[in-house]
């Protein structure tokens, strides 16, 4: 009854002056990565070698990062964001097309040295991390996928908070062009991680087909869903690469 009395109210008053008026709030803008790429990097030249553009995720702490072998012009660097700090790093070791491309990239994150050793068959295919040595991130993991010059690579960082309850780290990579999707996990203050993938359908983001992990808005997720043992787990996160 208050609530009646309290619009009636309102609505006497607003013949008589302009007290009550038309809430004129807005709801916020969608989120969007301002300095990610809207289309692929990667040259079509490259599509079937080891050069290119590789992109990943990195969990422990938190971030992302971009490997660029000679995909355009003699660039062969990467590219680490880790807790927001940006690190370029550069690799002596010269490619050769005959053969797989694997090279130590060195660069500085707050006055120590960094040093990340990248491999890649000499097709593109199975391109991975194969050891890192970052000053304070002793266990950080990588995931990390190649770019085709027809789909896009996005890359997310978010968080996870479970009924258990639990709360983590949950990042992720997108190809929407391809339909897929996979990510690593890991709780706060732990040192395992778990892996997650799937499928794409209508930018919801399946697991085995079937179980619905969050959904896909412009640059953002978000999403919730019962593990193995019934509780419930939200994710939530944001394009950053």
């Known amino acids: ?93 010269e490619w050769n097309g005959a053969s797989g491309y694997i090279a130590p990239f060195k660069g500085t994150l707050n006055g120590q040295q960094v040093t990340i050793s990248f491999s890649v068959s000499a097709n593109g295919s199975a391109p991975s991390v194969v050891s890192s040595n970052i000053p304070g991130h002793s266990n950080a993991e990588f995931v990390l996928v190649k770019e085709y010059s027809a789909a896009l690579i996005e890359c997310f960082e978010g968080s996870y908070h479970t009924t258990r309850p639990e709360d983590g780290t949950f990042n992720i990579i997108i190809s929407r062009a391809l339909g897929l999707w996979g990510g690593i996990a890991r709780e706060n203050g732990q040192s395992g991680t778990d892996d997650i993938e799937g499928t794409i359908v209508n930018n919801q983001l399946l697991q085995d087909g079937r179980t619905l992990v969050g959904t896909i808005s412009n640059d953002e997720i978000s999403g919730s869903f019962k593990d193995s043992d019934g509780k419930t787990v939200t994710v939530k996160g944001k394009r950053t690469l």
């Open 1 to 93: 009854m208050k609530f009646y009395l309290a619009i009636l109210a309102c609505l006497t008053v607003f013949f008589l002056s302009p007290g009550c008026k038309k809430d004129d709030t807005r709801k916020s803008d969608p989120y969007k990565c301002t300095s990610c790429v809207a289309t692929p990097e990667a040259k079509s030249a490259n599509d079937a070698s080891s050069k290119g553009v590789y992109k990943g995720i990195v969990i422990g702490s938190t971030g992302t990062i971009k490997f660029d072998v000679l995909n355009s012009g003699s660039t062969i660097k990467a590219y680490l964001t880790l807790d927001g700090t940006a690190v370029e790093l550069t690799s002596s070791v």
